[in-house]
């Protein structure tokens, strides 16, 4: 049996130069540009070799991209613009605030990242070795657009969460923000929450990639708007190797006033509108005591399963049934638990357990469960592989890896077929097969990315992974490598334009109804923006006006087009750009 490949992304720290100052934010210029060597005590700006200090009552400190070794901020770091980022070659340590809910924010540390204040933006990314949001820290997104993930936390070793992690309703398309993690080890006794969605906005998402979960929290994700109709997205997904949860797991934020563990006349299926869960780990133990269980269809997928210590009824409550699988020689323990009807599905909907080995307790099933689950032999039907990925964003001219992580999340041993392509051609295509892996492990494929000299700041290389089981489509992934270089031009890959003209990636892509693309203008130009599909038909034209340098943005409605693969055309004098856009249908 080989062992499990669930490494994260080992990074070769960077030698600290001994040289480095210790710099100190004054803010004594009065206009509070981080680049004005005035602002600091030292009388230059921060490099890549110093430690750096924003200390609590100083003014407000306006940056647009930072690169130190260590920083400890204690004051308020404001981004100027929607392009910017923070890199630490060491460690992060935040006291204050940082960010704004009107930009973007990324924090990409080769060390640790500590939060024990405010960090916020449109959509929100943090890196680092360890990432620990402390009980007095708040990790949030404001905006949103589309199903894209509003905040994601990488912590190649461990994640902890004691504070509140979360995502709000927001842009045009009123979408709950999802929220995703990928640690080694995660731990969460705080708040994680995806935003809810409003109107005919869905729930976000809460996605988790570990090698063991602890959750003694509470993990939710977002609920429909009202009329957004039977829950489609709001989904909690966990996909580990080992899950022992204590706290509370929704999918959704129920109403309370709704969560009736016993039928209700007056309220319809759909007047309680929840997300599913589903859990992806080799053992999962869940031990309630006073927390929940909540969701649309609650699924458990592993080769052991236990739970117990549900006190009061309906601690595992679904709309539509717990379905449990389990592999062959897999087992189902559920003799901790005493308490009448402690599992229900609300509408009468089936309960399933797909297991050779069942320890009922001691008052049988149908005491436990509402209704009585219908037994199968272990289920070994095959369920799909996840795919993930890390990335350490790389600037003009630089190479890196970039690691993805396939999990086998069928019931038996599999080898996974895989093709890999990119838009831009910083990734080789390439295609091959994992050895056989099997049920919940990880596999890490490291794959050499190179970004051509000259690229423009901002400019992202499209990912696109597609795995096999069997001959038999699985799953497809995307993933970003941006360039987060200096804000160079110069390259052309069918994406940007040497004098400044620019085309830049659509969001959300994939996109479901609305998507925006967004352009950027040297100088005052007329522009022609059109939509053409694969066979070059024109479909339409978003846009045939003037307009003034600088940064744009043109929504497209294709609500009334058929799902697939389409192209955005923009033209200037005599040059053209094009990007792909990729629509789909819930």
């Known amino acids: 049996m080989k062992p499990t490949k669930i490494l994260f992304l080992t990074l070769i720290m960077m030698t600290i130069n001994a040289y480095g100052d210790d710099l100190t934010w004054t803010g004594a210029a009065g206009d509070n540009l981080w680049d004005n060597p005035a602002n600091w005590d030292g009388g230059k700006v921060p490099g890549p070799q110093d430690n750096v200090t924003v200390p609590n009552g100083t003014p407000e400190c306006k940056y647009s991209n930072i690169i130190v070794d260590n920083l400890i901020n204690e004051g308020v770091l404001k981004p100027e613009n929607s392009f910017n ?66 905040l994601s936390i990488f912590g190649f070793y461990e994640i902890i969460n004691h504070g509140s ?78 899950v022992r949860n204590e706290g ?109 080995n069942i320890t009922e307790p001691q008052q049988g099933l149908d005491y436990i469960f509402s209704p009585t689950p219908i037994i199968h032999p272990a289920d070994e039907t095959i369920t799909g592989a996840y795919i993930g990925y890390f990335s350490m964003f790389g600037g003009s001219g630089t190479s890196d890896t970039l690691h993805i992580r396939m999990q086998n999340q069928s019931m038996l041993p599999k080898i996974l077929d895989y093709e890999i392509s990119s838009d831009l051609g910083w990734v080789a295509a ?39 089981i069997n001959d038999d489509f699985s799953d497809t992934s995307y993933c970003n490598i941006e360039c987060s270089g200096d804000n160079t031009v110069g390259v052309d890959q069918g994406y940007f334009i040497s004098n400044g003209f620019g085309l830049r990636q659509n969001y959300p892509n994939p996109f479901i109804e609305n998507t ?31 307009f003034q340098k600088g940064l744009h943005e043109i929504e497209w409605d294709a609500s009334d087009l058929p799902a697939g693969i389409y192209i955005c055309k923009m033209n200037i004098s005599n040059s053209s750009i094009t990007r792909k856009l990729i629509h789909k249908t819930l």
Request: hydrophobic share 35%; glycine share 12%; charged share 15%.
């Open 165 to 242: 992690i979360v995502s709000t309703p927001g842009g045009e398309f009123d979408y709950g923000g999802s929220i995703r993690f990928m640690g080694s080890y995660i731990s969460n006794s705080g708040n994680i929450a995806a935003g809810d969605g409003l109107d005919h906005g869905v729930g976000g998402n809460v996605s988790i990639i570990s090698d063991y979960l602890w959750n003694r929290g509470s993990i939710a994700s977002g609920n429909n708007g009202i009329y957004a109709g039977k829950a489609e997205d709001g989904k909690v997904t966990i996909e580990s190797k080992k």
């Open 430 to 468: 390439i295609s091959g097969s994992t050895p056989e892996i099997l049920p919940f492990e990880f596999e890490l494929l490291p794959l050499e990315y190179s970004i051509p000299e000259g690229t423009t700041i901002s400019v992202t290389d499209t990912v696109r992974m597609i795995v096999y």
């Open 85 to 150: 980022y923070f890199e630490a070659n060491g460690s992060f340590s935040n006291y204050g605030t940082i960010g704004t809910s009107d930009y973007s924010l990324k924090i990409n540390t080769r060390g640790n990242c500590y939060n024990y204040g405010s960090i916020q933006g449109a959509n929100v990314t943090i890196s680092g070795m360890k990432v620990s949001n402390f009980a007095s820290g708040t990790i949030s997104s404001k905006y949103c657009t589309g199903h894209e993930f509003a």
């Open 248 to 356: 509370i797991i929704k999918g959704g934020k129920s109403d309370e006033s709704k969560r009736i563990p016993f039928s209700d006349s007056k309220l319809s299926k759909d007047q309680i509108i929840m997300g599913d869960i589903s859990i992806y780990a080799d053992s999962i133990i869940l031990q309630l005591d006073t927390n929940v269980v909540e969701g649309r269809i609650i699924s458990f997928y592993c080769h052991h399963l236990e739970i117990s210590d549900i006190i009061y009824v309906g601690g595992i409550w679904c709309t539509e049934g717990v379905h449990a699988y389990t592999t062959g020689n897999g087992s189902v323990d559920l003799s901790g638990i005493d308490q009448f009807m402690a599992i229900i599905s609300e509408y009468g909907s089936d309960n399933h357990i797909y297991s050779n």
């Open 516 to 546: 925006r693309i967004p352009f950027s203008l040297g100088q005052n130009a007329h522009i022609t923006i059109s939509i053409i599909n694969l066979q070059g038909q024109l479909i339409k034209i978003l846009s045939d006006a003037n």
